[in-house]
C-alpha cells in the first residue's frame, strides 16, 4: 500500500477580493512536493490529496 499524495497548491488573491486556488502538481511525498515548490520558487502550501478531493463534501442522510 503507498501512502498519501500530495498537491502542490497556489492561493492566488484577485482584484475582486476572491481567493482562488489551484492545483500546481501532485507528488508521492510532502518532502517532494515542497522541495519542488523551493526550486521552482512557488509561494504555495503542500496537502495531502484526499483533503481537497474531499473538501466541504456533506455525506447523504442514513451514513
Do not use: N, R, W
Amino acid at each position: 500500500m503507498t501512502g498519501p499524495l500530495f498537491a502542490l497548491v497556489l492561493t492566488t488573491y484577485l482584484t475582486t477580493g476572491e481567493v482562488q486556488e489551484s492545483v500546481i502538481d501532485i507528488f508521492p511525498t510532502y518532502t517532494e512536493c515542497m522541495k519542488i515548490a523551493a526550486q521552482q520558487k512557488i509561494e504555495g502550501s503542500c496537502y495531502p490529496v484526499e483533503k481537497i478531493i474531499h473538501q466541504g463534501e456533506e455525506k447523504p442522510a442514513g451514513y
